[in-house]
């Protein structure tokens, strides 16, 4: 029988988030030459059209994920986002007027549930890049 | 000047989500009597049509704005959602395939930017409710 306890776990928001950061920080104790990841070709299926910067290599990837890790651990919305203007075409995309009369709780659970999702998405990205970096090395898990 | 520190207060997520939690507190030590609150009418600009249960009078915006707070101090994310035809339809309305492809960098600050968001309004709706509790009992801030 599953216990409350473990299903409290699976699913707190702030579990998930500590797993990012914990998968972010063996990530980074792992792979101690990151420029061996530079032209390396990320094969994650985000568009990257739309992100130029962040993911053409997965030495793009590295970074990407250390800069959301120092924001989830600083908990600050970035203001000065060099990502506006991504974020501007998916505010399009989701054409955010309607959100504007919803109820507040169903927006509130959608947020929620959306950050946990994408966490969730990005710990298995950062154990992924990871084993990569070590495939690379010629180190065997 | 404004100081970093500054800054960094006011754009904290987790900041934005202990100020609600705070305020929540204090309508539960203010309202002393929530039926007074029965059949007062809401005047909130949500859709009501899609959330009948919650926000037909000012003793379901009180129910709600609890069981958020409830939700933010567990961290949890609600499975059994009694929301969840209200989140469906607007998944529908947000059209959510394209975020499936989308950098996933963006996304997080989506979630993040609108979670935020939606803390701070719900903090200011907590705060109107109590001030309507104390015009209702009739005592002057």
Known sequence: MQSADARFKRNSLFLALRRYTSAVS????????????????????????????????????YLMLKAIRNIVESGLIPL????????????ETLTLEP???????????????????????????????TEKYMDIIGVAN
Chains 1, 2 share one sequence.
């Open 26 to 61: 063996e990530m980074e104790q792992t792979i101690l030459l990151p420029s061996l990841l530079r032209d390396m070709p990320s094969d994650e299926e985000w568009d990257c059209e739309a992100a130029e910067e962040t993911c053409k290599d997965l030495h793009g990837d």
């Open 80 to 91: 000065d986002d060099r990502k506006a203007k991504n974020n501007m075409a998916l505010n």
């Open 99 to 129: 959100l504007l009369d919803t109820d507040p709780e169903a927006l509130f659970q959608f947020h929620v549930r959306g950050l946990f999702s994408v966490m969730s998405d990005l710990t298995k990205k950062t154990e992924s890049l």
